[in-house]
């Protein structure tokens, strides 16, 4: 298997989310469906497509995720999964807060994460069986017992309404955590929440419907932090699941009750 120098790629990570920072404030709010679009594709392709030839010249054997690999790579090699800009519609709409993800996947396992706040300059980052990371400092899940009076964050995966049973339990669950904690927000781009989870300023993410290409690193951050992660139901979390639920050990426990409860109703 390919050994990867992880300053290496943190420090592309870093030159091309410049690029992006200058692009952004270079920019004015996209407000037409249409047009966002076409400035996703445009802004975010290019920077997509920088990350992808940078690491194939520094890791050649290394493929990526464009929806196109085999399955033997796909269990068995590995390959690339990329977001260059988590959190695209606060990035066209000008509002600071959107992150880049990029994850290592070996065997159909996440080896290598890294989620970048750009706008802040914050760097999460995790190796499996090494530990998780924050600008170079070792990083932990927070302590607490259990979800109430916690401070939690949930969200949807891109184009949401395709999937109606997971809208469905998107609402349903917000209204019955609601009735626990402390508060409950969305912080736009779902890697960055992940990440703020393993630092342990939130206390729990969970969200309905798969994306795991916003989700598969985070879970690593976490699981390196001490976390876990799984399914809302409580079965293992993987890059192509469908529901996602992250906390302190004592907190997942407590959150994945409600969250079955939810379930059961539907």
Aim: with cysteine.
């Amino acid at each position: 298997m390919t050994a990867i120098d992880t300053e290496e790629v943190l420090a592309l990570l870093r030159d091309v989310g410049a690029g992006l920072c200058v692009t952004y404030w270079r920019g004015e709010p996209v407000v037409e469906a249409d047009d966002m679009m076409a400035a996703f594709q445009r802004i975010s392709g290019a920077a997509n497509a920088e990350l992808r030839n940078e690491l194939s010249v520094m890791y050649p054997s290394i493929a990526w995720d464009d929806d196109e690999l085999d399955e033997t790579i796909l269990q068995g090699g590995e390959y690339w999964v990329c977001d260059a800009i988590d959190g695209a519609v606060q990035f066209l709409r000008a509002i600071p807060n959107w992150a880049m993800s990029l994850t290592l996947m070996r065997e159909g396992v996440p080896v290598f994460s890294a989620v970048f706040d750009a706008m802040h300059d914050e760097m999460f980052h995790a190796v499996w069986g090494r530990g998780a990371y924050h600008n170079g400092a070792r990083m932990r899940v927070n302590a607490r017992a259990d979800h109430y009076h916690a401070i939690v964050a949930s969200g949807q995966p891109p184009f949401a309404s395709r999937n109606r049973l997971a809208t469905q339990l998107a609402g349903a669950s917000l209204s019955a955590m609601l009735r626990d904690v402390a508060a409950a927000r969305n912080l736009g781009p779902t890697s960055l929440q992940l990440a703020y989870v393993a630092c342990g300023r939130l206390d729990a993410f969970w969200q309905y419907g798969e994306d795991g290409r916003n989700c598969i690193g985070g879970a690593l951050l976490i699981r390196e932090a001490g976390g876990v992660v799984t399914q809302a139901d409580g079965t293992p979390y993987r890059l192509h699941s469908g529901s996602i639920a992250a906390a302190p050990p004592a907190v997942h426990a407590s959150m994945l009750r409600r969250l079955c409860d939810v379930a059961e109703v539907w």
